[in-house]
């Protein structure tokens, strides 16, 4: 709830923590997750400090976040957490009384999944195989469904590596270092603003254009066009 202005200091945390990350993060997206089940959200003044924290950024020679919304509860205004939204590239979704929040977040996730739509291996760090068999490194490839407007997370296949094998073959600790950086790597979201609106239409709330909302393409325009 915006109690003495929490939500303000809130975003200003946030934002304040992503603008002074490191620069080994500086290629990485960023994005900012709210959640409220309160009704006395003050626009006059949660609004400019989004637009203040997302300055920061910008001063700081790093791209703006993305902000996913979620109105917690069928009695919570909506308005704000819309304008949030759709005002910097993200999804808003009511979560009802008694609902799994998981289930209206899984747009986040099909957000992150197909904005990314990879098709590298990501390395995980080493590790001690829990069966014995000594130090490992994990590959792991996402697997999309690529016949959909959106491409759709279908699942991870992934393989394991033991260091031994490594070495067979040459310096491990050469071969993981490089692995490991591989892994770290960020890749960068590429969502146009047609995927956005889609991935918006199957939470039940469309952007529109203007004002507080930004500038968005209608469903129609879309579809006309098709960019899907």
């Given at each position: 709830q915006d109690a003495e202005g929490l939500v303000e200091a809130g975003f200003d945390k946030a934002?304040?923590?992503?603008a002074?990350?490191?620069?080994?993060?500086?290629?990485?997206?960023?994005?900012?997750?709210?959640?409220?089940?309160?009704?006395?959200t003050n626009p006059e003044k949660v609004?400019?400090?989004?637009?203040?924290?997302?300055?920061?950024?910008?001063?700081?020679?790093k791209d703006k976040a993305r902000i996913f919304t979620y109105s917690m509860g069928s009695q919570v205004?909506?308005?704000?957490?819309?304008?949030?939204?759709?005002?910097?590239d993200g999804v808003w979704a009511r979560i009802d009384d008694g609902e799994d929040p998981l289930k209206q977040?899984?747009?986040?996730?099909?957000?992150?999944a197909a904005g990314l739509a990879s098709q590298s291996v990501r390395w995980t760090?080493?590790?001690?195989?829990?069966?014995?068999?000594?130090?490992?490194?994990t590959g792991g490839l996402a697997v999309y469904d690529r016949t959909k407007s959106i491409p759709l997370l279908v699942g991870?296949?992934?393989?394991?590596?033991?260091?031994?094998?490594?070495?067979?073959?040459a310096d491990a600790n050469t071969v993981l270092t490089e692995l490991i950086s591989r892994g770290s790597a960020c890749t960068k979201l590429n969502t146009t603003q047609c995927q956005m609106q889609h991935l918006r239409e199957a939470t039940g709330f469309v952007c529109?254009?203007?004002?507080?909302?930004?500038?968005?393409?209608?469903?129609?325009?879309?579809?006309a066009n098709d960019e899907i």
């Open positions: 934002f304040s923590i992503l002074s990350a490191s620069e080994r993060t500086s290629s990485c997206s960023r994005i900012i997750i709210f959640l409220t089940d309160g009704n006395a609004l400019p400090s989004v637009v203040a924290g997302q300055k920061k950024l910008t001063d700081a020679s205004d909506e308005t704000i957490p819309k304008k949030i939204a759709c005002a910097n977040m899984g747009q986040y996730y099909q957000f992150l760090v080493p590790y001690v195989d829990d069966f014995g068999m000594g130090e490992m490194v991870v296949v992934g393989t394991d590596v033991t260091t031994a094998e490594l070495q067979k073959y529109p254009s203007g004002g507080d909302y930004g500038t968005h393409p209608t469903i129609a325009t879309c579809n």
